[in-house]
DNA sequence: CTTAGGG
DNA sequence: CCCTAAG
């Protein structure tokens, strides 16, 4: 419907309506504002200008809508009767606004183009309104002086320039307004420290100089014309928002995507308010053909934005909700995340980049991770992810039970549990967090499988063997077994060394039978034929010594092993 | 992805 | 069990 030209289309555009002073006056302005260096070097005191001051762009971004939405709504409200206020925010009431011509006043934020079209529309406004031109004049006035503390704050952020403005147009500004804006300034930008890319200043105060000169000169037509007649009203907008326009340019340049986004908000909004202004008036729909324009003027209508919560933020945010639904694992948090710790010290929790989201620039509306409750860091790795996916049901039994370590034993695996740890596991997993996989201690006929799958196999051949022996145990991974048979030859080793301690025989046995009842201790025959099998598939390096030692252990109960081995392999 | 190895 | 490196 209303695209937006570029503005200097419009200088071109045959579109006034209106009247003929218009055109001109928007010619004269759009084209090319009057003296504009000259008047800028003068208005302000360019040494005052410090680069160090210079800022942050994104700051600036923010600080500018932020500014200008502030400033209007304390600017207005200061200057107008209440009531009036409502109007600012949106451009349809704006427009509803002109309509009706009474309440027009109203409607000046949303801008300069309500007040424009009302103006325009309704000639009783001013008479009648009060001062309600006078007022209207006034507030736009004061919106200018607040643009034009934009412009000085995006050019220097030097106070003292902002005086200079105020001063500058005395008259034109309610001191409390002043006061006002000036605070509100302060409280926004607050920070004068600012934000510094030094080529910044350098490359764009100038721009935002001459659209300063634009502004001042507007503001001059202003004044020399008190009583605005429609086609001063609509040069004051335009001017304006050329201002904006093309203040926001030099902006966007240095700027992120970030800030790009958010002028695109801006825009859409502008739109919006276009819209409803053209319904109103076809001068208004002229305004805002020079205001649409491909800059975006938008900053005047937009609250302040704030920024999009990362993706991660988000899927963070959500599975911390998850998290907390997951009470059934009956895992408190606070113990979840002392383990967590714990294990993950470096970093699990130390990196910085969670920091990040403690930090202030996200105060908008969008999503924070509660600084209190620390979420669980992304798996450095995306190949833990995929390895609990694609394994399949292997990995995904992770739970997170400050209890696991200690009552091992009493931890009887079954699939039942199993299964309902793949349930949490999995929404742990998804987002790669690392849960500690429950200990499920390893059962004789487990051993006795994994003994038989080496033997099968070979060592090391760990796919091969829990493909055979174990595609039906999902918490056993090939890893696991590996991990298991590592175990298994240690415990060989030192056992079956302690064992050399005693004399050979059946005590030993016994004693080993009695343990094996206590715990899950791994019964010696096993562990000779471990050993064994150690000997035929050397394990890799350490067992290799380890079997070297060993060996001659081995070699002092052949007998033993051997009969040993055959019967309880197959026994057990 | 699989193994080997260190923790 | 976890994590990482290496192939």
């Given at each position: 419907m209303f695209t937006c030209k570029p503005y200097e289309v419009d200088a071109d555009?045959?579109?006034?309506?209106?009247?003929?002073d218009e055109p001109v006056v928007l010619e004269h302005f759009l084209v090319e504002p009057p003296c504009k260096e000259d008047w800028v070097s003068g208005l302000l005191d360019l040494d005052a200008f410090?680069?160090?001051?210079?800022?942050?762009i994104e700051d600036i971004s923010s600080t500018f809508d932020y500014d200008q939405i502030k400033l209007d709504t304390d600017a207005v409200h200061t200057m107008?009767?209440?009531?009036?206020?409502?109007?600012?925010?949106?451009p349809s009431e704006a427009s509803q606004g002109i309509n009706f011509?009474?309440?027009?006043?109203?409607?000046?934020?949303?801008?300069h183009a309500d007040k424009a079209v009302k103006s325009d529309d309704g000639s009783c406004n001013k008479s009648s309104c009060l001062g309600n031109v006078g007022l209207e004049n006034q507030s736009q006035s004061v919106h200018k002086t607040g643009s034009d503390e934009e412009m000085v704050k995006l050019s220097s952020t030097s106070m003292p320039v902002l005086n200079y403005t105020y001063n500058h147009h005395p008259s034109l500004l309610d001191q409390a307004a002043a006061k006002e804006l000036d605070e509100a300034f302060k409280n926004i930008?607050?920070?004068?420290t600012l934000l510094i890319d030094k080529n910044w200043p350098n490359k764009n105060n100038l721009y935002g100089l001459e659209n300063y000169a634009q502004l001042e000169t507007s503001l001059n037509l202003m004044k020399f014309e008190e009583i605005s007649t429609e086609s001063e009203d609509k040069t004051i907008f335009l001017s304006i928002v050329d201002y904006c326009a093309s203040s926001t340019i030099p902006v966007t340049g240095p700027l992120n995507s970030e800030s790009i986004s958010g002028q695109q908000q801006m825009k859409r909004k502008r739109v919006d308010g276009c819209e409803s202004i053209k319904t109103s008036t076809s001068d208004v729909s002229k305004i805002e053909f020079c205001s649409d324009e491909?800059?975006?003027?938008?900053p005047l209508v937009s609250p302040k934005r704030s920024r999009k919560p990362p993706r991660r933020y988000i899927e963070e945010s959500l599975e911390y909700e998850s998290k907390s639904n997951n009470k059934k694992c009956g895992i408190g948090k606070r113990s979840k995340d002392r383990i967590l710790y714990d294990r993950y010290p470096k970093y699990k929790w130390q990196n910085a980049e969670h920091m990040v989201y403690e930090d202030?620039?996200?105060?908008?509306g969008c999503i924070q991770v509660?600084?209190?409750?620390?979420?669980?860091?992304?798996?450095?790795?995306p190949k833990k992810n995929k390895s609990s996916l694609g394994s399949g049901?292997?990995?995904?039994?992770r739970l997170l039970d400050p209890s696991e370590r200690f009552d091992v034993a009493l931890i009887v695996e079954s699939q039942e549990d199993i299964s309902e740890d793949e349930c949490v596991a999995r929404s742990f997993t998804?987002?790669?967090?690392?849960?500690?996989?429950?200990?499920?201690s390893w059962t004789t006929e487990e051993v006795v499988k994994l003994v038989d799958g080496v033997s099968q196999c070979?060592?090391?051949r760990w796919t091969e063997i829990k493909r055979l022996?174990?595609?039906?145990?999902?918490?056993?991974t090939s890893v696991d077994l590996k991990d298991k048979w590592r175990n298994l030859l240690r415990a060989s080793c030192t056992q079956l060394q302690i064992k050399e301690k005693?004399?050979?025989?059946?005590k030993l046995m016994q004693v080993d039978q009695g343990r094996k009842q206590a715990t899950n201790f791994v019964p010696e025959s096993i562990l000779w034929r471990v050993r064994e099998l150690a000997v035929i598939?050397?394990?890799?390096r350490d067992s290799r010594s380890k079997v070297s030692c060993i060996i001659p252990a081995v070699s002092s109960f052949p007998a033993s092993t051997s009969n040993a081995l055959v019967p309880l392999s197959t026994a057990v």
């Open positions: 555009m045959p579109i006034f309506p209106a009247s003929e410090q680069i160090e001051k210079s800022f942050n107008l009767p209440k009531g009036e206020e409502k109007s600012l925010e949106f011509g009474g309440s027009e006043e109203n409607h000046f934020d949303t801008k930008s607050g920070h004068e491909g800059y975006r003027a938008e202030d620039s996200f105060n908008g509660p600084f209190g409750l620390p979420m669980e860091r992304e798996q450095p790795h049901v292997s990995k995904e039994n998804a987002k790669g967090s690392t849960r500690r996989k429950r200990h499920i070979g060592v090391g022996l174990f595609s039906s145990a999902s918490h056993r005693f004399t050979y025989p059946s598939y050397p394990y890799p």
